[in-house]
């Protein structure tokens, strides 16, 4: 293998694939990147097993061929070359790298050794702008379970419904829904769960420029398809859980309030409350207070003053569920609903119906 | 006590103290601040016993008194808050905060019960540009020994001798040297060993705004005196190694070299070096070749050009000490010096004589 090609295109696509390599001491391959010419370009690949990545570099190929590399000290050495051209080819299970006055030699591995990331050549299920994608996912990804006890809520909920893509998350306490309205060109009906680390890199990898990302589905496999590369993930088996039937449709006490007024007296009461970061909201006379108290610390109160309609209420929250959702509400005024001190609460903007947050109240200790 | 100020100025002064309070659970009132009126201001002190910051907030003083409360919580709290007039007022060793619609209640501990911090009352040994004083401890702090092991290294020198400030940290690998020159207005002579962490705190608090500062020397004490507060820090006591007898001073090789250039060749071969972190410098023919060897990733070879004098020479060195030296010289050009691979080497501004690096070489593995 000898290509030759410009050390920022190179390493703009190593910013792409390296994220995911780890260190894997069972299968030391993981740790490399797969080179290979492929149509007249550089194709770099990486996967943990769960992700694949791939990308293609522009350049010139005066020799084909396929090598593995180790991640970490070749994205390493080839960002901190000048901008200019590299020269990388292969002798004997070496990596040869020359940039200018620069040289390199890694020890690699035969490619033949690299694990098969799968490709898929279905249609697309859906086309769709890379940023309004990227920013929809931020809003709810932060809202799946960590662990993975339950597998089907430790993925992103992808629900193909008419011509809409609805995105939700939920770890049982707390619950984000996202609609991209419209996002479909045709109307089909499809539910996938992918795991919240794809999700995670996904949103790293798209751009803000707004190029179309098309999704792809294969067997038990799922493809993204950016203009730089391709990230393909397994899919999680399973059921999502009905969510719709715990959200509240109706409330006993709503109010609209300002966003930040709101997110700062949550914070404030953050800082006093106790291990279960527990807070109060007690909604008398017209008026909402937020208190927290800590026994060694001592208390906090913040009293504001939304528009609220129905009756009094005392709720418990844990603030970090609070502040969670209303960091991913990029609106000026907020929409609270209850209905009992047991019962979930609705956060969303005032205006629109395209997010919409659910948080389980505690009890109080 | 009760106290009107601005959260802005607040803000900023526990900006300046907070940092030296650690978590301390056999003396708990180091986690705690100081706030007592003093002269029409608000006077707010932290101590972690090797270091004290006293700072004064400007506001309206309705009574006078003291109190101390947990420093991590009132910090958060006063930052959090909108920049408006805060209300601190004192009820039986609690702390009442006021600021608009928020209130919150800290549980304090008596003022009685805090660490005195020595006044120092000395006329002041120098007076000079805080920004200067700054950038020349950044270019020297990190060389000094972390461990306590030999006290007098683990600290900064500051030598007066005659109207310049000559300022040297080693950990008898590297020593860095700077020297303030006409720092000040009369000939003095005087040596004092300040702990690093001391001279790390400085730096944080020093402003790059050009105010003044004063250095004050008082019983096994030093009092850094500056516009927004005043920092004290006892001295370490003992002899500074002679170290001026260590630094070559006529050089078998030497050469003039591009700064970026270097730096580029040595953090390059960083990323191949083995375990003790060893690069080798050969001077060969009119050139210089770093070159770097890690048995399992492969090898790695820059190959420079720059004006060279002397000898042919190998030598070895740890890359993160080059790497230390280098990136606290801020000319483009670097004069190298070397005698032979088992002496020191001289890393310094290629003009100019403020600043010097020298770097003990290592033994190749």
Redesign the interface.
């Known amino acids: 293998m000898k290509v030759i090609c410009l050390q920022e295109n190179l390493k703009n696509n190593l910013n792409i694939v390296q994220n995911i390599i780890g260190r894997n001491l069972t299968l030391p391959i993981l740790n490399n990147l797969l080179l290979e010419t492929e149509g007249g370009r550089l194709k770099i690949s990486a996967t943990n097993l769960e992700i694949g990545i791939n990308t293609w570099t522009s350049g010139k190929i005066e020799k084909e061929g396929a090598i593995t590399c180790?991640a970490k000290?070749f994205y390493?050495?080839i960002s901190?070359?000048?901008n200019k051209k590299i020269e990388i080819s292969v002798k004997e299970n070496?990596?040869l790298i020359k940039c200018e006055?620069?040289?390199?030699?890694?020890?690699g591995l035969p490619a033949d050794d690299f694990p098969i990331i799968p490709k898929i050549k279905e249609p697309a299920l859906l086309e769709i702008d890379g940023s309004k994608l990227k920013e929809a996912l931020t809003q709810i990804v932060g809202a799946a379970a960590i662990s993975e006890s339950r597998p089907e809520i430790s993925g992103i909920l992808f629900k193909f419904e008419k011509n809409n893509l609805i995105l939700a998350a939920t770890d049982s306490f707390r619950l984000a829904e996202k609609i991209i309205f419209n996002a479909a060109s045709k109307s089909s009906s499809q539910n996938l769960i992918i795991p919240q680390r794809t999700i995670q890199e996904l949103i790293r990898i798209l751009s803000e420029k707004g190029e179309k990302v098309k999704i792809i589905l294969g067997n038990n496999q799922v493809l993204f398809e950016l203009p730089d590369g391709q990230l393909i993930s397994r899919i999680i088996d399973g059921q999502y859980p009905d969510y719709q039937q715990i959200i509240p449709k109706d409330f006993t006490t709503q109010m609209v309030l300002e966003k930040e007024e709101l997110l700062?007296?949550v914070?404030?009461a953050g800082?006093?409350s106790s291990k279960i970061n527990d807070i109060k909201f007690i909604v008398k006379s017209g008026k909402l207070e937020i208190i927290s108290h800590d026994p060694?610390?001592?208390?906090?109160?913040?009293?504001?003053a939304p528009k609220i309609k129905g009756k009094d209420l005392e709720i418990n929250f844990n603030y970090r569920y609070i502040l969670d959702g209303l960091n991913n509400i990029f609106s000026q005024k907020i929409f609270l609903g209850f209905n009992s001190s047991a019962q979930p609460a609705v956060i969303r903007p005032a205006e629109g119906n395209d997010y919409l947050y659910v948080a389980m109240p505690i009890k109080s200790v």
Chains 1, 2 share one sequence.
């Open positions: 180790p000290i390493n050495f901190n070359l000048p070496n990596v006055n620069y040289k390199a030699n890694l020890r700062n007296s914070r404030l800082f006093f060694d610390l001592g208390e906090n109160r913040s009293l504001l």
